[in-house]
């Protein structure tokens, strides 16, 4: 049975589905928080926004 018919979210030799190690998750989240540093400005309200808000980066 493949691992993902039983529902199993591991890829083929286990462990994370996506195959990631964490060194390169930890180079990823660093790339993806220098490029959000830069997302900034205002609303047509004139309401300040910032990708690093929290409320926004959960969305």
Known sequence: ?????????TGPRG???????PDERTV???RL??????IR???????PYSAED???RAW
């Open 28 to 30: 990823e989240i660093a």
């Open 33 to 38: 928080e220098r490029a959000h540093r830069r």
């Open 41 to 47: 400005g205002a609303d047509e309200a004139g309401r």
């Open 1 to 9: 049975m493949s691992p993902h018919a039983c529902g199993c979210r």
């Open 15 to 21: 462990g994370d589905p996506r195959g990631d190690r």
């Open 54 to 56: 929290p409320e926004v």
